[in-house]
């Protein structure tokens, strides 16, 4: 199966679902920037509670393309993201097997949005041994060819997802299974096991 998706920063569950199923993921690289989406933000499990992540941008005005976006690095910004994600998945279970290359990878100072998110993408597919084909398109459709799934601006959900009989696992803090959290809240916790649970899950969007 094939899809076409937008780019998101550190996806879902929903979002990592889909990709699981498939064999090849056409990200969209030419579409409108969005704000109040998930393309520069993600959500993680604190002792505390359910704590969103914004990746800071610059010229984020209507109509602008995602590639042209642009990461303010003036605040620091990744090194308060690394230290929120250390904060609430230190103690996980496999926590020291991923954390080397999700951290080198966030504090690599990329200037573009898209750069960022497609690098963290990349990283995160290698390190749960998906074997999903990552392309990125080169021209705006706006009907994709006919056996391309097109599921831009699909995923848009900030917590249950409709879409997606999500599999609980046991997560760092608390007696309530917090769903659809950022990939990294199941990677973090299932280690290997990830890539199992994500295959056995299914999505209304691709399974009609």
């Not at 290359?101 to 963290?120: G, P, Q, R």
């Not at 601006?153 to 659809?180: C, H, L, M, P």
């Amino acid at each position: 199966m094939k899809v076409l998706i937008d780019l998101h920063y550190f996806p879902n569950l929903e979002y990592f679902t889909i990709l699981a199923h498939c064999d090849t993921v056409y990200i969209e690289k030419f579409e409108t920037f969005q704000k109040q989406s998930f393309r520069n933000r993600c959500f993680i499990k604190t002792a505390q509670k359910v704590d969103r992540l914004s990746v800071p941008v610059v010229g984020a005005n209507k109509g602008k393309p995602m590639r042209k976006i642009k990461v303010n690095q003036n605040d620091n910004w990744a090194v308060k993201h690394w230290r929120s994600i250390l904060s609430a998945y230190g103690r996980s279970p496999y926590y020291e097997y991923y954390e080397e290359a999700i951290k080198t990878t966030l504090l690599s100072e990329e200037e573009s949005l898209f750069e960022l998110n497609i690098s963290l993408l990349k990283c995160v597919i290698k390190l749960l041994g998906l074997r999903t084909k990552v392309e990125i398109t080169n021209t705006y459709k706006k009907e994709p060819e006919d056996e391309i799934v097109d599921l831009r601006n699909k995923v848009t959900a900030t917590d249950s997802s409709t879409f997606v009989n999500e599999i609980s696992y046991i997560q760092v803090f608390g007696d309530t299974f917090d769903r659809n959290l950022s990939i990294l809240d199941l990677l973090f916790c299932e280690g290997p096991n990830a890539i199992n649970i994500l295959k056995s899950q299914n999505s209304q969007l691709i399974h009609h």
